[in-house]
């Protein structure tokens, strides 16, 4: 089993920035790939950005690329994502996910944490 707590959410204007943070505990996360979803309001959950914990291989939605970075700190068992300049569209619940890295399905989710952006 693997436990994610997200963190850092909160109500902040356009252009400005927020950084979420995901710990994880439990089985050991080395061989997982670590993702971050959203659900905005209304809408069905999407896709983010993820990274490979061990390879530190990253991939972004096309909607984030160039604002949102996706890191990882070993030490603290922990994944972030540094969002800025943020934009309205960008309001949502967001979900830390792990998976294996040779299943494509997303096994364990966080509790999320709110996201809004005003404009």
């Known amino acids: 089993q693997v436990q994610l707590v997200e963190s850092g959410g909160g109500l902040v204007q356009a252009g400005d920035s927020l950084r979420l943070s995901c710990a994880a505990s439990?089985?050991?996360?080395?061989?997982?790939?670590m993702g971050w979803f959203r659900q905005p309001p209304g809408k069905e959950r999407e896709f983010v950005a993820a990274?490979?914990?061990?390879?530190?291989?990253?991939v972004y939605a096309d909607s984030v690329k160039g604002r949102f970075t996706i890191s990882r700190d070993n030490a603290k068992n922990a994944v972030f994502l540094q969002m800025n300049s943020l934009k309205p569209e960008d309001t949502a619940v967001y979900y830390c996910?792990?998976?294996?890295?040779?299943?494509?399905?997303?096994?364990?989710w966080g509790q999320g944490t709110q996201v809004t952006v005003s404009s």
């Open positions: 990274i490979g914990w061990s390879t530190g291989y990253t």
């Open positions: 439990g089985r050991t996360v080395s061989t997982y790939v």
């Open positions: 996910g792990a998976r294996l890295d040779r299943n494509i399905d997303y096994s364990y």
